[in-house]
């Protein structure tokens, strides 16, 4: 069955960094299109970052644009989420999408002073 599994969260400082890995399996990886969400408390999961299944194509949502980059590794089937100075407004669960479908089990990112 399809499975993704978040890791790289953690609490840090704003302006600090922080990349998120999401390992898929049960599922032709390098066909799928993969994504970031992201969920406040309270607040709906929103897009965050967008990559087409051979990585040519990206799509930001305009809050983290020049600050997170999406980025795959098809021959380890995964994907990664690169996040550079990290503001408080961006603490939140962030999952793992595959395919606009299947999501992973989150992982937690708090930016706090």
């Known amino acids: 069955q399809v499975q993704l599994v978040e890791s790289g969260g953690g609490g840090v400082q704003p302006g600090e960094s922080l990349r998120l890995s999401c390992a898929a399996s049960?599922?032709?990886?390098?066909?799928?299109?993969m994504s970031w969400y992201r969920q406040a408390p309270g607040k709906q999961r929103d897009l965050v970052a967008q990559?087409?299944?051979?990585?040519?194509?990206?799509y930001y949502t305009e809050s983290v644009k020049g600050r997170f980059t999406i980025s795959r590794d098809n021959a380890k089937n995964t994907v990664y989420l690169q996040m550079k100075s990290l503001k408080t407004e961006d603490t939140a669960v962030y999952y793992c999408?595959?395919?606009?479908?299947?999501w992973g089990q989150g992982t937690q990112v708090t930016v706090s002073s």
């Open positions: 999408n595959a395919l606009g479908h299947y």
């Open positions: 990559i087409s299944s051979g990585g040519s194509n990206t």
């Open positions: 049960g599922f032709t990886f390098s066909s799928a299109h």
